[in-house]
C-alpha cells in the first residue's frame, strides 16, 4: 500500500499579509476614497459642464479650457494621494507604536512602507486614467498623441508625489502634524499643477517659476506629450524631484 507523502500548503508570505491588511484599512476609509477616486473626476465633470470651457480657443495655444484641465485633474489624485491619504496612515503607524512593534517581528517595516506606497500608487494612477477616458468619451478631449512621453510623465508624477508624501511621513511624528504639514503644502502643489489656472495661461515670468516645480513640471509634461511632442525639459525635472525628494525620505525617516 502506497503511502501519499503530505504537501504542506503554501502559506502567503509576511509582505503579501501585510499589504492585504492595509488594504482593507484603506477600503475603510471614505475620506481617502473619496479624495483620490472621486473629487478629480468629479472635478473634470463639472468644469467640462461650464459651457465656456467647452468653446473652441477658449483656452490657452488656442485649445479649450477643458483640454487644459486635463492634465490637472490627472495630476490631482496623485498629489492627494500622496499628501492627504498616505503621509498621515504612515505617521500614525509611528504615532501608535506599529512600526515599533513589526521590529520586533520577521515582518520589516518597510513591508508597511511598500504596502501603503503600492495601494496609493495604484489608486491614484487609476483615478487619472479615469479623468483621461471622461475626458475623451464626455468631452472629446484627444488622447495623449505622445503617448510614451505621457505614460512616463505620469509615472515619473506618482514617483514624485509618493516621494513627497513619504517625506512628509519622515518629518511628522503624529498623524495630526503630518495632516497639517500635508495641507500647508497641498494647496502650494495644486496651484503648481494648474488647479486655479492652468500653468500655459500664467505670465510668462510666473510660469517659468512655476515650472520649475514637481507638479509644474508634471503639468506641463503631460500637456506638451498630449500634443504631440517629448517633454524632455519637463521630464528633466521630474527626474530631479523624485531623485531629491526620494533621498530625502530615505534619509530622514524614522520607523520610530
Same mark, same amino acid.
Given at each position: ?187 502650494? =502643489? ?55 525628494? =526620494? ?10
Amino acid at each position: 500500500m502506497s503511502t501519499a507523502t503530505a504537501v504542506p500548503a503554501r502559506r502567503p508570505s509576511a509582505d503579501a499579509a501585510v499589504l492585504k491588511a492595509e488594504v482593507r484599512l484603506f477600503l475603510r476609509e471614505p475620506g481617502a476614497l473619496f479624495g483620490i477616486a472621486v473629487f478629480p473626476p468629479a472635478l473634470l465633470v463639472i468644469l467640462g459642464c461650464i459651457p465656456a470651457f467647452r468653446e473652441a480657443d477658449s483656452g490657452p495655444d488656442g485649445l479649450r479650457l477643458i483640454d487644459a484641465y486635463v492634465p490637472v485633474t490627472v495630476l490631482l489624485p496623485l498629489i492627494v494621494a500622496g499628501l492627504q491619504a498616505m503621509a498621515p496612515v504612515i505617521a500614525g503607524h509611528r504615532e501608535r507604536g506599529i512600526l515599533r512593534r513589526m521590529s520586533t517581528t520577521p515582518v520589516r517595516p518597510r513591508a508597511l512602507l511598500g504596502a501603503q506606497m503600492a495601494i496609493h500608487g495604484v489608486a491614484a494612477l487609476l483615478s487619472s486614467l479615469l479623468s483621461l477616458a471622461i475626458g475623451r468619451i464626455a468631452f472629446d478631449v484627444r488622447l495623449p498623441q505622445q503617448a510614451a512621453g505621457y505614460l512616463l510623465a505620469l509615472v515619473l508624477s506618482a514617483v514624485v508625489a509618493l516621494a513627497l508624501g513619504a517625506l512628509v511621513a519622515a518629518r511628522a511624528r503624529t498623524q495630526k502634524v503630518a495632516g497639517a504639514i500635508g495641507s500647508a503644502v497641498f494647496f502650494p =502643489s495644486m496651484f503648481c499643477a494648474g488647479v486655479w489656472l492652468p500653468v500655459q495661461s500664467m505670465p510668462h515670468t510666473l510660469a517659468s517659476v512655476v515650472e520649475l516645480t514637481p507638479f509644474g513640471a508634471a503639468s506641463q509634461a503631460m500637456s506638451e506629450a498630449a500634443a504631440g511632442g517629448w517633454p524632455w525639459s519637463h521630464l528633466a525635472v521630474l527626474v530631479v524631484w523624485a531623485v531629491l525628494l =526620494s533621498g530625502a525620505a530615505a534619509r530622514w525617516f524614522r520607523w520610530e
